[in-house]
């Protein structure tokens, strides 16, 4: 059989494992990634905090893969817009979709459309540095609310909450720092609807959070409540026992012993029910106590509250946009597919459609962490070489030659690719940049920038 061709869409880990695993099939194949920005690993880059450079280490496994050379990085090209997903098939012998998940999950309550009212995939895409979001971001007042009580909601509170100076070790670019010197936050209440059983931060994280400088974590003693449901949680996850451990140990400390100039309060048990707004902008959230009723579920108890802040950070898990010319699930926000394979709807009884796969968070939705797309990809792969065996891939007689024909047809329209080559180039121009200023990398931010450091021409334009 000749070399099979096959297109990954997008660099994130997802895209990148599946393309890895696929390199060292043992089968013949040439695997090109295309990626809207000019950098690749998605989420890694562009939703890690920067304060978590451990989990950015896996930059450097994924840097590994695409400069070995045998998976090829097709950046600054949005599938949908630059290139169609027909396009691509004509080219492909199959098509991967990996586009993960860029969207904030929507929140309809009143008041959430009010200024100061933000998705927490947009504050985290801004002090990520990415290139399609404003340079400037407004944090205003002395207490803010988060909403969600999952790793995406520490995150932000956490960021929210620090000494900005504690983030100058890491690749924060310097228009996050000069919003950041700024921020006058004492108080970050961040909100959960269930109980601590019942929340989704994982242990480390939570922990990491009562060792942040200048910053106590307050949680309420009456928030520790527990159902039969809670207890069987509890008992048949040692990650539920250990954070609820966690939870109860912050708990328990008394009010004299915090004394850091700054908090993070954890509230459990009440659930969002309206943004509260003066002349357009935010000056509230209300909230309705819940309780647990013996499953680990909650009902409301009608009894308000509410809470003075003058901003609220909407983190209540992530939403995949849909990829032009793929089936799409707008319900839950995927692409439907049996084990990888792109079905031609949600509806029981729909089709594959052969040659077209998806894999990572646009697969199975957002969650799971960075590692939990590796057994994902497997999958994938596993079930697109079984077609290729079956012949559904590749198996018309039909040649398909993948880059050697895109690209030249992508340099006449004029579309500015950038290639793993390229991201070798500005990957070491921005730790460089971070060198000068003893980090271990400065981003570049601005699309224009990022393109042609990355094409090799001469810039002395702005970063940002
Ligand atoms: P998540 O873990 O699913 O947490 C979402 C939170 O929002 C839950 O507490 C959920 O409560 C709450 N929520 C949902 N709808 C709500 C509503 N209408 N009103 C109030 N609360 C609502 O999502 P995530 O924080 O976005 O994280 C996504 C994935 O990325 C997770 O696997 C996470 O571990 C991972 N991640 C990891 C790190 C890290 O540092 N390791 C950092 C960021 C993200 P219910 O449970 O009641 O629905």
């Not at 060792?211 to 040692?238: C, L, N, T, W, Y």
């Not at 030659?401 to 950038?418: D, Q, S």
């Not at 400065?442 to 224009?448: H, I, L, M, P, Y």
Request: one cysteine or more; hydrophobic letters at 40%; proline letters at 5%.
């Amino acid at each position: 059989m000749s070399v099979l061709n096959v297109a990954v869409v997008g660099a994130g880990p997802a895209g990148i494992y599946a393309a890895d695993i696929l390199s060292k099939s043992g089968r013949e194949v040439k695997i090109d990634i295309f990626e809207r920005l000019p950098a690749p690993y998605g989420l890694v880059r562009y939703g890690v905090a920067p304060d978590h450079p451990r989990i950015k280490q896996i930059i450097n496994a994924l840097y590994g893969i695409i400069a070995k050379g045998e998976v090829h990085l097709v950046g600054n090209v949005e599938v949908g817009k630059d290139v169609t997903i027909e396009q691509l098939r004509e080219h492909y012998d199959a098509v991967i979709i990996a586009t993960g998940s860029d969207l904030d999950a929507p929140l309809n309550i009143p008041g959430v459309d009010l200024e100061g009212c933000h998705g927490a995939a947009d504050f985290v895409a801004w002090y990520d540095g990415h290139p399609d979001y404003p340079r400037e971001w407004s944090i205003e007042g002395e207490h803010v609310a988060v909403l969600g009580v999952g790793n995406v909601g520490l995150d932000v509170a956490r960021i929210l909450a620090k000494d900005v100076e504690d983030l100058m070790v890491t690749e924060i670019p310097a228009n996050v720092e000069a919003v950041l010197r700024r921020k006058q936050v004492t108080d970050v209440h961040v909100f959960g609807r269930r109980g601590p059983a019942q929340v989704k931060f994982t242990p480390l994280e939570l922990r990491e959070l009562g060792h942040v400088p200048g910053v106590d974590v307050v949680v309420r003693e009456e928030d520790m409540e527990f159902d039969e449901g809670s207890q069987a949680a509890i008992a048949a996850s040692k990650q539920t026992k250990m954070v609820v451990k966690t939870l109860t140990d912050y708990a328990m400390v008394e009010d004299e012993e915090r004394t850091a100039p700054r908090r993070i309060h954890i509230h459990l048990f009440e659930s969002p029910v309206e943004v509260l707004g003066q002349d357009g902008r935010v000056v509230g959230l209300r909230t309705e106590r819940t309780r647990l009723t013996g499953d680990g579920n909650v009902e409301g108890t009608g009894e308000m509250t509410d809470w003075p802040v003058s901003q609220v950070y909407r983190a209540i898990g992530y939403f995949s946009s849909p990829v032009a010319g793929v089936p799409y699930d707008p319900k839950r926000g995927l692409v439907p597919n049996a084990g990888g394979r792109v079905l031609t709807g949600p509806e029981e009884g729909a089709q594959t459609v052969p040659g077209l796969y998806a894999t990572g968070w646009i697969k199975r939705g957002p969650v799971g962490l960075i590692g939990s797309t590796k057994s994902d990809a497997q999958e994938t792969i596993a079930n697109l070489l079984a077609d290729v065996d079956a012949g559904v891939v590749a198996g018309d007689g039909a040649e398909r030659h993948g880059a050697a024909t895109l690209l030249p047809w992508l340099e006449e329209k004029g579309v500015e690719y950038t290639t793993s080559d390229g991201w070798i180039t500005l990957d070491d121009y921005e730790r460089k940049l971070g060198q000068a200023a003893g980090r271990e990398r400065v981003k570049v931010v601005s699309r224009e920038a990022m393109t042609a450091i990355s094409r090799g021409q001469d810039w002395d334009g702005p970063l940002l």
